[in-house]
């Protein structure tokens, strides 16, 4: 009794632990970097190549930023963008740029958009000192 309940615990595990572990990967090919076009209907992102020989993912993040504003010079309406460089996946929106290990995992900011629009390093960003009242 006390050992088949064991292996029920241990199998109900596994399980769990396989559906956490489904997600989508990001491509790892050195140096390429890919935008991401959603899956319709539940059906799988599918990952575009958007340039090679990139030697950074913040050079990545430029190329995507780059595609972002040609297609809105275009008259697209599409204002956040995602990619992916050698197993991560970058996104791009109004605030500026985020790193993740995962789609729908945790981010962290990697550029801040200044005033103007521009992508700069977040300390690099100064902010004006407050007015006195």
Do not use: H
């Not at 059906?43 to 340039?51: Q, R, S, T, W």
């Not at 992916?84 to 996104?91: H, L």
């Amino acid at each position: 009794m006390t050992r088949s309940l064991v292996l029920l615990t241990a199998l109900a595990g596994a399980m769990t632990l396989g559906a956490c572990a489904g997600g989508v990967e990001a491509p790892a090919e050195r140096g390429v970097c890919y935008a991401i076009e959603p899956g319709e209907n539940g059906a799988e992102p599918k990952f575009n190549v958007v340039a090679r020989d990139q030697p950074q993912i913040e050079f990545c993040a430029a190329r995507l930023e780059e595609m972002r504003l040609r297609f809105l010079g275009l008259g697209g309406t599409r204002r956040e963008v995602s990619g992916a460089y050698q197993g991560q996946f970058i996104f791009i929106d109004r605030a500026g740029v985020w790193f993740g290990k995962s789609l729908e995992g945790p981010r962290f900011m990697a550029l801040a958009r200044t005033g103007d629009g521009r992508l700069a390093v977040p300390g690099a960003i100064e902010q004006p000192p407050p007015v006195p009242q």
